[in-house]
């Protein structure tokens, strides 16, 4: 069986070894499987940023208010400590 693909910045077993060797690394995607609804909703609008999405189509593709993308993006700018999505892809993507 062909391995599932894997979010760019996504956590496995090397990465997070690696990523633990610097701590200044911002790990985003800790565990394989998110805690509770609103992890897994924030690791889904983070793929669609990654890829390019705006907020408006991020919002018809997961069936949520354009509202709730921004209030799931706010969260995650403040975790990662950026302020724009240039900035949230570039960590995630360790540019």
């Known amino acids: 069986m062909p391995s599932r693909p894997r979010l760019p910045g996504a956590a496995t077993p090397d990465r997070r070894a690696a990523d633990a060797a610097r701590p200044g690394r911002l790990l985003l995607f800790r565990h394989d499987r998110p ?28 069936h949520i208010t354009t509202a709730t993308v921004q209030d799931h993006l706010k969260s995650v700018f403040a975790k990662a400590g950026v302020r724009s999505r240039r900035e949230l892809v570039a960590t995630i993507l360790d540019l």
């Not at 793929?47 to 018809?60: D, E, F, N, Q, W």
């Open 35 to 62: 805690r509770n609804v609103a992890d897994h909703r924030r690791c889904d609008v983070l793929a669609r940023v990654v890829a390019g999405l705006p907020s408006r189509a991020i919002a018809m593709e997961l």
